[in-house]
Protein backbone atom coordinates (compact mmCIF):
# COMPACT_ATOMS: atom_id res chain seq x y z
CA UNK A 1 0.00 0.00 0.00
CA UNK A 2 2.63 2.03 0.87
CA UNK A 3 4.20 2.21 -2.38
CA UNK A 4 1.03 2.13 -4.62
CA UNK A 5 0.26 4.81 -2.72
CA UNK A 6 3.83 6.61 -3.33
CA UNK A 7 3.81 5.70 -7.10
CA UNK A 8 0.09 7.40 -7.02
CA UNK A 9 1.40 10.67 -5.32
CA UNK A 10 4.83 10.67 -7.20
CA UNK A 11 2.26 10.22 -10.80
CA UNK A 12 0.92 14.28 -10.28
CA UNK A 13 4.10 15.71 -9.91
CA UNK A 14 5.13 17.69 -13.37
CA UNK A 15 8.63 15.92 -14.69
CA UNK A 16 11.71 16.87 -12.87
CA UNK A 17 9.12 18.25 -10.05
CA UNK A 18 9.90 17.96 -6.54
CA UNK A 19 8.85 14.54 -4.99
CA UNK A 20 5.51 14.84 -2.89
CA UNK A 21 7.98 14.21 0.80
CA UNK A 22 9.72 17.62 0.30
CA UNK A 23 6.60 19.52 -0.77
CA UNK A 24 4.34 18.42 2.04
CA UNK A 25 2.07 21.91 2.13
CA UNK A 26 1.05 20.81 -1.65
CA UNK A 27 -0.89 17.76 -0.97
CA UNK A 28 -1.30 18.98 2.88
CA UNK A 29 -1.58 22.20 3.47
CA UNK A 30 -2.73 23.74 6.58
CA UNK A 31 -6.33 23.89 7.48
CA UNK A 32 -7.30 25.52 10.56
CA UNK A 33 -10.55 24.22 11.85
CA UNK A 34 -12.09 24.95 15.74
CA UNK A 35 -12.58 22.39 18.12
CA UNK A 36 -15.68 21.75 20.49
CA UNK A 37 -14.16 23.73 23.00
CA UNK A 38 -12.93 27.03 20.52
CA UNK A 39 -9.36 25.89 20.20
CA UNK A 40 -8.20 26.18 16.45
CA UNK A 41 -5.95 23.59 14.86
CA UNK A 42 -4.42 22.46 12.04
CA UNK A 43 -6.19 19.35 10.73
CA UNK A 44 -3.07 18.40 8.41
CA UNK A 45 -0.92 18.85 11.55
CA UNK A 46 -0.09 15.18 11.87
CA UNK A 47 0.48 14.55 8.20
CA UNK A 48 2.91 17.34 7.88
CA UNK A 49 4.73 16.23 11.09
CA UNK A 50 5.04 12.49 9.95
CA UNK A 51 6.53 13.75 7.18
CA UNK A 52 9.18 16.38 8.54
CA UNK A 53 10.56 13.57 11.35
CA UNK A 54 10.48 10.87 8.53
CA UNK A 55 13.16 13.45 6.57
CA UNK A 56 14.95 14.39 9.49
CA UNK A 57 15.36 10.65 10.57
CA UNK A 58 15.64 9.82 7.23
CA UNK A 59 18.90 12.15 6.34
CA UNK A 60 20.52 11.43 9.51
CA UNK A 61 20.68 7.55 8.03
CA UNK A 62 22.10 8.70 5.04
CA UNK A 63 24.69 11.44 7.04
CA UNK A 64 25.92 8.70 9.21
CA UNK A 65 26.07 6.17 6.42
CA UNK A 66 28.03 8.27 4.21
CA UNK A 67 30.68 9.82 7.28
CA UNK A 68 31.30 5.68 7.46
CA UNK A 69 32.18 5.07 3.74
CA UNK A 70 33.91 8.57 3.53
CA UNK A 71 31.32 10.15 1.08
CA UNK A 72 30.43 13.13 0.82
CA UNK A 73 27.80 14.21 3.19
CA UNK A 74 24.38 14.62 1.37
CA UNK A 75 21.79 17.89 2.23
CA UNK A 76 18.57 16.02 1.52
CA UNK A 77 17.92 12.19 2.06
CA UNK A 78 16.56 9.95 -1.03
CA UNK A 79 12.82 10.15 -1.71
CA UNK A 80 12.52 6.43 -1.06
CA UNK A 81 14.51 6.75 2.44
CA UNK A 82 11.65 9.29 3.35
CA UNK A 83 8.91 7.29 2.37
CA UNK A 84 10.04 3.96 3.96
CA UNK A 85 10.56 5.81 7.25
CA UNK A 86 7.15 7.20 7.46
CA UNK A 87 4.94 4.75 9.72
CA UNK A 88 1.68 2.99 8.98
CA UNK A 89 -0.58 5.24 10.56
CA UNK A 90 0.43 7.87 8.12
CA UNK A 91 -0.25 5.76 4.87
CA UNK A 92 -3.31 4.32 7.14
CA UNK A 93 -5.08 7.61 6.91
CA UNK A 94 -4.90 8.72 3.45
CA UNK A 95 -8.50 7.19 2.96
CA UNK A 96 -9.86 9.02 4.92
CA UNK A 97 -12.79 11.21 4.21
CA UNK A 98 -11.12 13.92 5.08
CA UNK A 99 -8.35 13.68 2.10
CA UNK A 100 -11.11 12.40 -0.26
CA UNK A 101 -10.94 15.95 -2.52
CA UNK A 102 -7.49 16.95 -2.26
CA UNK A 103 -5.64 13.09 -2.32
CA UNK A 104 -8.33 10.55 -3.37
CA UNK A 105 -9.44 11.86 -6.21
CA UNK A 106 -6.52 13.47 -7.97
CA UNK A 107 -4.02 10.89 -7.03
CA UNK A 108 -5.00 8.05 -4.67
CA UNK A 109 -7.61 6.58 -6.87
CA UNK A 110 -5.01 5.43 -9.18
CA UNK A 111 -3.63 2.84 -6.43
CA UNK A 112 -6.04 0.79 -6.81
CA UNK A 113 -8.47 -1.02 -9.31
CA UNK A 114 -10.63 1.25 -10.96
CA UNK A 115 -13.79 1.75 -9.44
CA UNK A 116 -12.60 1.18 -5.68
CA UNK A 117 -14.64 2.63 -3.16
CA UNK A 118 -12.96 5.12 -1.20
CA UNK A 119 -15.16 4.80 1.57
CA UNK A 120 -15.13 0.09 1.73
CA UNK A 121 -11.57 0.58 1.62
CA UNK A 122 -11.04 3.01 4.20
CA UNK A 123 -13.26 0.40 6.33
CA UNK A 124 -10.78 -2.47 5.49
CA UNK A 125 -7.70 -0.46 6.39
CA UNK A 126 -9.11 0.60 9.58
CA UNK A 127 -10.09 -2.76 10.72
CA UNK A 128 -6.43 -3.88 9.94
CA UNK A 129 -4.91 -0.65 11.60
CA UNK A 130 -6.28 -1.36 14.97
CA UNK A 131 -5.38 -5.36 14.94
CA UNK A 132 -1.61 -3.92 14.08
CA UNK A 133 -1.79 -1.58 16.91
CA UNK A 134 -3.37 -3.82 18.82
CA UNK A 135 -0.61 -6.66 18.26
CA UNK A 136 1.98 -3.70 18.14
CA UNK A 137 1.14 -2.55 21.36
CA UNK A 138 0.87 -5.96 22.92
CA UNK A 139 -2.60 -5.72 23.72
CA UNK A 140 -4.63 -8.47 24.61
CA UNK A 141 -6.23 -9.96 21.29
CA UNK A 142 -8.01 -12.64 23.91
CA UNK A 143 -11.51 -12.53 24.73
CA UNK A 144 -12.99 -13.55 28.12
CA UNK A 145 -16.33 -15.71 27.74
CA UNK A 146 -18.83 -14.06 30.19
CA UNK A 147 -20.62 -17.34 30.79
CA UNK A 148 -17.64 -19.71 30.97
CA UNK A 149 -14.91 -17.56 32.29
CA UNK A 150 -12.83 -19.49 29.49
CA UNK A 151 -10.33 -17.35 27.09
CA UNK A 152 -10.66 -18.02 23.74
CA UNK A 153 -9.20 -16.01 20.19
CA UNK A 154 -11.96 -15.12 17.85
CA UNK A 155 -11.42 -16.65 15.05
CA UNK A 156 -14.40 -15.13 12.99
CA UNK A 157 -12.21 -11.85 13.85
CA UNK A 158 -8.88 -12.89 12.46
CA UNK A 159 -10.76 -14.97 10.09
CA UNK A 160 -12.40 -11.02 8.90
CA UNK A 161 -9.32 -9.44 9.26
CA UNK A 162 -7.31 -11.90 6.96
CA UNK A 163 -10.23 -11.37 3.82
CA UNK A 164 -9.59 -7.49 4.70
CA UNK A 165 -6.02 -7.74 4.00
CA UNK A 166 -6.38 -9.94 0.85
CA UNK A 167 -9.17 -7.50 -0.24
CA UNK A 168 -6.67 -4.58 -0.24
CA UNK A 169 -3.87 -6.20 -1.69
CA UNK A 170 -6.08 -7.33 -4.40
CA UNK A 171 -7.52 -4.17 -5.46
CA UNK A 172 -3.71 -3.00 -5.52
CA UNK A 173 -2.77 -5.86 -7.71
CA UNK A 174 -3.77 -9.55 -7.78
CA UNK A 175 -1.06 -11.01 -8.70
CA UNK A 176 0.33 -9.74 -5.04
CA UNK A 177 -2.77 -10.91 -3.57
CA UNK A 178 -2.13 -14.77 -4.79
CA UNK A 179 1.32 -14.36 -3.56
CA UNK A 180 0.15 -13.32 -0.11
CA UNK A 181 -2.55 -16.24 -0.23
CA UNK A 182 -0.29 -18.87 -1.69
CA UNK A 183 2.75 -17.97 0.98
CA UNK A 184 1.01 -16.94 3.73
CA UNK A 185 0.10 -19.32 6.40
CA UNK A 186 -1.87 -16.90 8.56
CA UNK A 187 -5.37 -18.94 7.57
CA UNK A 188 -3.84 -22.28 8.07
CA UNK A 189 -2.82 -21.01 11.82
CA UNK A 190 -6.18 -19.83 12.18
CA UNK A 191 -8.34 -22.49 11.31
CA UNK A 192 -5.39 -25.24 13.56
CA UNK A 193 -4.75 -23.23 16.52
CA UNK A 194 -4.14 -25.32 19.64
CA UNK A 195 -6.43 -24.96 22.11
CA UNK A 196 -7.02 -22.38 25.04
CA UNK A 197 -6.03 -23.52 28.06
Not at 55 to 83: E, H, I
Not at 102 to 118: D, E
Not at 136 to 147: F, G, K, W, Y
Request: hydrophobic share 35%.
Amino acid sequence: MRNAYDDALTSGLPPRGTHWVFDPTRYFPTVWKTARNGARYNDNHEPQRLIAQATATALLSVQAAARTTKQAVPVTPPPGKVVAELPFGFWRYLSAAKHEKRLWVPYLHKAFAAGTSRHELDRRINRLHELRNRIAHHEPLLRRNRVTGVLSLSTRHLDDRHHDLLAVADLISPNIRDYIAATSTCATTINHRPPMQ
